[in-house]
């Protein structure tokens, strides 16, 4: 039967007609399907050398068994391949499509480390896992028992989904609770659709709903219900809230209209993928068509809001960062699908003010680096008489996210945090200070990737499953 392409949420800028080649490009395989596909997958596949050292799959989080699933995919057992890939990974066609895989599994593949160029892992894990859903191997959600156990889960992210994936496999009851009106946390409303097609994310809600999952949508815990009546409520709880409180720029004008922050850009424009109607889009407040665009910031949240404006109709797009190109945290390849899209970026600089009650400019500040800080990174330091002013019509500020105080907001200061703010709990079970309360995801290691999210609730359900054997046998040996 011949597959039909993912939806894909992608306008493209009438002014920057020149950079549609590289918006429309297809960088790996899986979006092609049927035999070309099947045949490139193959051939990516054939070229693992079965090292015998692994590097590619201990750098990979969810220590994947690559190797393994990689030769089947070459020999053509792809329903194999598949069944080996998802008994790690709850949702592999996932992190397939956004892990940053030049620094997890692919930037550790041998061949990629003898100059070869690496074998493309991630798309290989998308295409098996894509063909298993059109091919309906993906098992749906069936407990060979029902157990009386409830778990709360706080937070409808990759990391609370993993949990509740496994949890409601072994029998668990469990409910879902989301400030949001999807599920999927930033799966969602943060990534962008050109890099996650959000049907692929509605898909799996959609096997937990129908797998017995309660999903309490618009329930912001702390002011819908608080976090004692879910306690109350459940045998164990997760807390699986990921960090959203925006870290901020101080500096004169910052108030100006036209300087917007970076979730609520990514967002809005999430939410007009889906079809929804969203006033600040409309309005233009939150919407890049025809504007020049500055992003302050040189993260991945920061790469995400340049392209999304390069795909909304920007007339131009600059991406402003205070270190250089070797020193930003972004990764180097959404750097190169930026600049390839015809996004500038302005290393070495630093917003000093804004122009204008709407925005008209940022003043720039130009820096080099300097001695190295504590942790042996180069300080930014600048350069006296070197300011200039930047143009612009919308700046957004994507300069990273810091957990909201989650003891005070939900009045149980007995949650331990650390002085970051992040939940404290053991690396390995995710057990918080409190009884049977578990964390997991960006709450406890700030912010970080899917892939680490997902490996935190899994490990976070084994957890409490062997809790729940523990107990159960307790109670049959009095
Ligand atoms: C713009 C952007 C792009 C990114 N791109 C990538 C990428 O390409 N690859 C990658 O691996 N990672 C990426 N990340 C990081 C990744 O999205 C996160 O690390 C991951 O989603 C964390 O998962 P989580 O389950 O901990 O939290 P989240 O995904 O943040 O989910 C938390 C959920 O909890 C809910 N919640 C919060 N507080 C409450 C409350 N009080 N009551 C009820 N519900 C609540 C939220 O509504 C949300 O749905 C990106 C992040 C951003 C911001
Ligand atoms: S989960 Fe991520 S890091 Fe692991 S193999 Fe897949 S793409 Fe690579």
Redo the contacts with the bound molecule.
């Keep these: 039967m011949a597959k039909q392409p993912m939806l894909k949420f992608v306008t493209v800028s009438k002014e920057m007609p020149q950079k549609r080649a590289a918006i429309e490009r297809t960088d790996d395989f899986g979006e092609i399907y049927g035999e070309y596909a099947r045949e490139k997958a193959a051939e990516q596949a054939g070229r693992c050398s079965q090292c015998g050292v692994p590097y590619c799959q201990s750098h990979c989080p969810l220590h994947n068994n690559i190797p393994d699933w990689l030769k089947l995919t070459a020999e053509g057992r792809l329903q194999e391949a598949y069944e080996i890939s998802q008994a790690t990974n709850t949702f592999p066609e996932i992190?397939g499509?956004?892990?940053?895989q030049d620094r997890l599994c692919e930037g550790n593949c041998v061949i990629e480390q003898s100059g070869h160029g690496t074998v493309t892992i991630g798309a290989v894990e998308k295409y098996i896992t894509d063909t298993a859903w059109e091919e309906g191997w993906v098992k749906p959600i069936r407990p060979a028992v029902e157990r009386p156990e409830s778990v709360g889960i706080?937070?409808?992210?990759?990391?609370?989904?993993?949990a509740a994936d496994m949890l409601r496999r072994a029998g668990l009851q469990v409910t879902v609770?989301?400030?949001?009106d999807?599920?999927?946390?930033?799966?969602?409303?943060?990534?962008?659709g050109f890099?996650?097609e959000k049907d692929v994310v509605m898909r799996r809600n959609a096997q937990l709903a129908e797998g017995g999952v309660s999903f309490v949508l618009n329930?912001?815990?702390?002011?819908?219900i608080t976090f004692d009546e879910i306690r109350g409520k459940h045998d164990f709880v997760v807390i699986?809230?990921?960090?959203?409180k925006s870290r901020d720029l101080h500096a004169p004008g910052v108030g100006a209209t036209g300087i917007v922050r970076?979730?609520d850009y990514?967002t809005a424009s999430n939410r007009v993928g889906f079809g929804d109607t969203v006033p600040e889009f409309e309005s233009g407040e939150l919407n890049a068509e025809g504007k020049r665009v500055v992003v302050i910031g040189g993260g991945?949240?920061a790469?995400?809001?340049v392209r999304t404006a390069v795909r909304q109709g920007a007339t131009s797009v600059k991406c402003l960062y205070r270190r250089d190109r070797a020193n930003m945290p972004g990764?180097q390849r959404?750097v190169a699908n930026a600049e390839e899209e015809g996004v500038e970026f302005v290393w070495l600089s630093a917003p000093k003010g804004f122009a204008g009650d709407t925005v008209e400019g940022v003043m720039v500040q130009k820096m080099r680096l300097g001695a190295p800080d504590a942790t042996g990174r180069q300080m930014p330091e600048l350069i006296e008489g070197a300011d200039y002013v930047e143009g612009a019509d919308l700046v957004i500020k994507?300069l990273g996210?810091e957990p909201?105080e989650?003891p005070t907001?939900?009045g149980c200061e007995e949650l331990a945090v650390t002085r970051w703010g992040t939940i404290k709990a053991d690396f390995r079970t995710h057990q918080t200070s409190l009884p049977n309360v578990y964390a997991?995801?960006?709450?406890?290691?700030g912010?970080?990737?899917?892939?680490?999210?997902?490996r935190?609730?899994r490990e976070a359900a084994e957890a409490i499953l062997a809790q729940v054997t523990a107990q159960g046998a307790g109670v049959a040996a009095e």
Aim: charged share 20%; net charge negative.
């Design positions: 992190c499509r956004i892990c940053p706080i937070g409808a992210g990759p990391g609370g989904l993993a609770y989301d400030r949001y999807r599920s999927g946390g930033l799966m969602v409303y943060g990534i962008p890099k996650l329930c912001d815990v702390g002011r819908d699986a809230t990921g960090v959203y970076a979730i990514l991945d949240t790469m995400d809001c990764s959404e994507a996210f909201e989650l907001l939900w997991v995801g960006d709450i406890v290691r912010a970080s990737l899917v892939v680490w999210a997902i935190d609730g």
